[in-house]
């Protein structure tokens, strides 16, 4: 009977792995945590940096542009003055090099079809006459009478002279020639703008030096001045503000620079007067009170600035109150007096 009930019942097989002892579970390393966050960091870092990059780059590319787009227009101003000249090749060089550098500059590509129709009309000149040897001595003599402008320091002179050697030869001497050109139209621009006070002339004649070689930092910093001049003159009785900005600059480099009318410093005293007025009048008292000190340490204030300066300092340095002590009745003492006893 037991054998029967033993055979009905079910039987469980042991397995191998019932009877192994259990395995620990592992923690995830430290370690690996720390380089995750380490690498995250690091992930975060270059992100950083690269926005910062294309930030600075967005902002160089910005400049750039910014720069080539002044000297687009002033490569089409000479161009013009170029071709009101006749100097026909060199307008088409500025021409070209503007369309090259922006197809869709205003006017360029139709100023540059006008040059070149221009400079195929051909002029009427006397028949050449066949020599069998060419003939330096017109080019040699105008050689010498350069040489001896530019020593008396006849700029214009000179030019015409080299101009003159040019036309009858171009190949003379052309090393030269070209550092005479140079000598020459450097010169004449750096007493243009100092001396005459023909600021854009002498702009124009230094940019043509460089057609010749890089100017010196002299010459350099003498237009740019002379441009800064410009500038603020445009700003002038509009934009005080602007004006005192640029004849600041220019004042501190170039003092006696001049257009024909005023010098540089004489504009930065009238335009800081002026400024501080523009201040007071916004009750911006403190800020017109230092315009004022500037303009005063280099002349005279004017009615108008000097009343407005007095009030500026009265308003931005306002007198303190000063209390006076309110006198305080002496203290008395209380009667102390003892009764007496009475006597009998």
């Known amino acids: 009977m037991s054998e029967n009930t033993e055979s009905t019942q079910p039987t469980q097989t042991v ?22 966050g380490i690498l995250g960091l690091l992930v975060l870092a270059g992100l950083g940096a690269y926005g910062g990059y294309a930030a600075g780059l967005n902002d160089r590319v910005s400049a750039e542009n910014e720069v080539v787009t002044k000297q687009l227009a002033e490569q089409y101003q000479f161009a013009l003055v170029d071709i009101e000249f006749g100097r026909y090749e060199a307008a088409i060089q500025r021409l070209e090099f503007i369309i090259a ?17 221009i400079s195929v009309i051909p002029t009427p000149s006397p ?4 020599t069998s040897t060419p003939d330096f001595s017109g080019a040699e003599s105008a050689y010498q009478r350069a040489q001896q402008l530019i020593a008396a320091q006849d700029w214009p002179g000179a030019l015409n002279a080299l101009d003159t050697i040019r036309k009858l030869d171009p190949s003379y001497k052309t090393a030269q020639v070209d550092g005479m050109y140079y000598f020459a139209l450097r010169n004449y621009g750096h007493s243009l703008i100092l001396q005459a006070g023909n600021l854009e002339g002498g702009i124009y004649q230094l940019t043509l030096a460089e057609r010749f070689g890089p100017l010196d930092n002299t010459a350099y910093g003498l237009r740019e001045g002379a441009r800064m001049y410009l500038v603020g003159a445009s700003f002038w009785e509009l934009d005080w503000q602007q004006a005192y900005t640029y004849f600041s600059q220019v004042g501190a480099g170039w003092p006696s620079m001049w257009d024909g ?5 004489n504009r930065l005293y009238i335009a800081a007067m002026r400024y501080g007025d523009d201040l007071y ?32 300092f009265v308003q931005c340095f306002p007198a303190t109150p000063t209390f006076e002590p309110t006198p305080t009745l002496g203290l008395t003492e209380a009667p102390t007096d003892v009764p007496t006893a009475p006597t009998p």
């Open 281 to 312: 009048k916004r009750q911006q008292f403190c800020d017109a009170y230092n315009m004022y000190q500037i303009a005063s340490g280099m002349g005279e204030l004017d009615n108008p600035a000097a009343g407005y300066a007095d009030d500026s």
């Open 15 to 36: 397995q191998a792995d019932d009877t192994q002892p259990l395995k620990p579970i592992k923690k995830p390393s430290r370690w690996k945590s720390i380089l995750l």
């Open 101 to 117: 550098n922006d197809p869709e500059y205003p006017g360029a590509a139709e100023k540059l079809t006008e040059v070149m129709v």
């Open 127 to 130: 028949a050449p006459t066949l």
């Open 261 to 265: 009318t005023m010098t540089a410093s």
